[in-house]
Structures are given as structure tokens and as C-alpha cells.
């Protein structure tokens, strides 16, 4: 696995798109299909002060665990869904299988490692 597929699976596992991550830490779309080798010393000090629980050994070289501190997933919701009934209790429901769903994948990715 090299650098890109490390950084994808992190920002799978923070259970946001690659786009979202990309703006977050100032980069144009397709920034991290761009990676070849690896990331340069100005966007590692970015992603450092962004994503503090990524472990940059992990991501640069492989070696040691995904996370230096235990961490969950964050879900992005990025629009509000069409099915809202009068009280929003479907959206409630609907929005809570989503994150447990997108949880239990990023546990099952890190398991299968």
C-alpha cells in the first residue's frame, strides 16, 4: 500500500470524501489522486495540524497504526435528505444507520489489515 491508498483509507475511515478533505486542507480536487510518491513538507505540516490523530509515520512509510490516539469515525452529511416527514424522526433514524454503518466499515478495513 502506498501513500495514497493510506491517505484514502484514513479519510474513508473519518467517513468524508476525498473532496471534502481535499478543501480542508487547502488543496484543489483531485490533490490526493495527484500523489505519486508522497506529500510535500507544507501540505504534511497542514494535514498535521488538521487531522492531529493520523499518525504521519503510518501514512508516509506504512509502519505503526492509522491512529496516534484512539479516534471515531466523522460522518459528513451533505444534503439533507428528500424523505422528511413532519417530525424528522425518519431523518434521525436514517442519518444514525448511516453513521453506524460507515462506522462498522472503517472497523472491519482496520480489522482486515
Not at 474513508?12 to 471534502?20: D, E, Q, R, W
Not at 490526493?32 to 506529500?39: A, L, Q
Not at 493520523?54 to 459528513?76: A, C, F, H, Q, Y
Request: proline share 3%; net charge neutral; hydrophobic share 35%.
Amino acid at each position: 500500500m502506498n501513500t495514497k491508498e493510506r491517505l484514502k483509507e484514513y479519510i474513508k475511515f473519518k467517513g468524508m470524501a476525498v473532496t471534502s478533505f481535499e478543501k480542508s486542507i487547502g488543496t484543489a480536487n483531485s490533490y490526493v489522486n495527484s500523489i505519486y510518491k508522497s506529500i510535500g513538507s507544507d501540505k504534511r505540516d497542514v494535514i498535521i495540524e488538521k487531522y492531529p490523530d493520523l499518525n504521519m509515520d503510518w501514512l508516509l512509510t506504512g509502519r505503526g497504526e492509522m491512529l496516534t490516539v484512539k479516534s471515531e469515525p466523522t460522518i459528513e452529511v451533505k444534503e439533507k435528505p428528500s424523505y422528511i416527514s413532519a417530525d424528522g424522526y425518519e431523518v434521525k433514524y436514517v442519518l444514525l444507520l448511516e453513521r453506524t454503518v460507515a462506522f462498522l466499515e472503517a472497523k472491519i478495513a482496520e480489522l482486515t489489515k
